[in-house]
């Protein structure tokens, strides 16, 4: 079974699937090795890594479909991908779906920003006009035929045009054929209630750390009638931190190590290093 039907069968039996989100490949290997069901690829999280930059639209579709083939390399489980706002036209949409087929991502979601986008959980997000949204939809679902990958619907409307703007939106890309629908940029739990109210049929939550949805548990989403929790940003400000801390103390005492970090012997296991020395054994080497 691919990765891919593996998702889709999840979806089907009306499974629930927590995705936390992984920056890079290693994070998603990371991910997978605590067993979790699938691992969710980051814009803002492959942003970083790559450029140290900002997720103001800056990587390129391109760019963004390697990253994501390398997560799907690294891992056994579903990956979901950030595809922005589908870099283009209709063209350009289908063009992002085959390349992210090819890679075999499991789900990508396409978004409703003028370009160049930002974070949906800052301000300053501009929307194109909810008809356009419709029809970037229509093309990734007509570019997909008959392939596996799941389409998700994805809004940007809640903070910039509330929830009425945000739900009706949600509505209409399900109506574009979507296999779920994301409304983004949630702050609050009572924002996260409202999407679970009103929104009907299969749907993804992003919860941020530091904000009051993210309070909600994983119990707690799963019985709103969620399909999928996504954790965007946990393992990248986590290691952003502990990194920052560990050179912190390298500086002031001279010495390294310390804290919470792996040892050797652990970082080998989660990089599958005696699985690769027996494969180059096997081989002469």
Request: glycine share 10%; net charge negative.
């Amino acid at each position: 079974m691919t990765r891919e039907n593996m998702l889709r069968t999840r979806l089907d039996k009306g499974l629930f699937t927590v995705a936390p989100g992984a920056p890079d490949a290693l994070t998603a290997r990371l991910v997978q090795g605590q067993g979790f069901d699938a691992v969710y690829m980051t814009g803002l999280g492959a942003t970083a890594v790559r450029l140290g930059k900002p997720d103001l639209g800056l990587m390129t579709q391109t760019e963004m479909a390697d990253h994501a083939r390398a997560m799907v390399r690294a891992v056994d489980i579903p990956v979901i991908a950030d595809a922005d706002t589908g870099y283009g036209g209709a063209l350009n949409v289908a063009r992002t779906v085959e390349e992210y087929m090819q890679g075999g991502v499991a789900a990508l979601h396409i978004e409703d920003q003028l370009s160049p986008k930002r974070c949906g959980q800052l301000s300053g997000v501009r929307l194109v006009a909810a008809e356009e949204g419709a029809h970037r939809l229509k093309a990734a679902v007509e570019a997909r035929g008959t392939g596996d990958i799941l389409i998700i619907g994805r809004t940007d409307a809640l903070q910039p045009l509330g929830i009425d703007e945000a739900v009706a939106r949600a509505a209409r890309y399900q109506d574009a054929g979507t296999d779920l629908v994301f409304v983004d940029g949630v702050k609050t739990r009572a924002e996260v209630e409202a999407i679970a109210r009103r929104v009907e049929g299969p749907k993804v939550l992003s919860l941020v750390d530091g904000t009051d949805a993210a309070s909600l548990s994983v119990e707690d989403v799963q019985g709103m009638g969620f399909s999928i929790v996504m954790y965007a940003v946990t393992t990248l400000f986590t290691a952003a931190q502990a990194s920052a801390t560990a050179l912190s103390r390298l500086k002031s005492t001279g010495l390294a190590g310390g804290g919470d970090a792996l040892t050797y012997a652990e970082f080998c296991d989660v990089v599958d290093l005696a699985a690769h020395q027996a494969f180059a054994h096997r081989h002469g080497e």
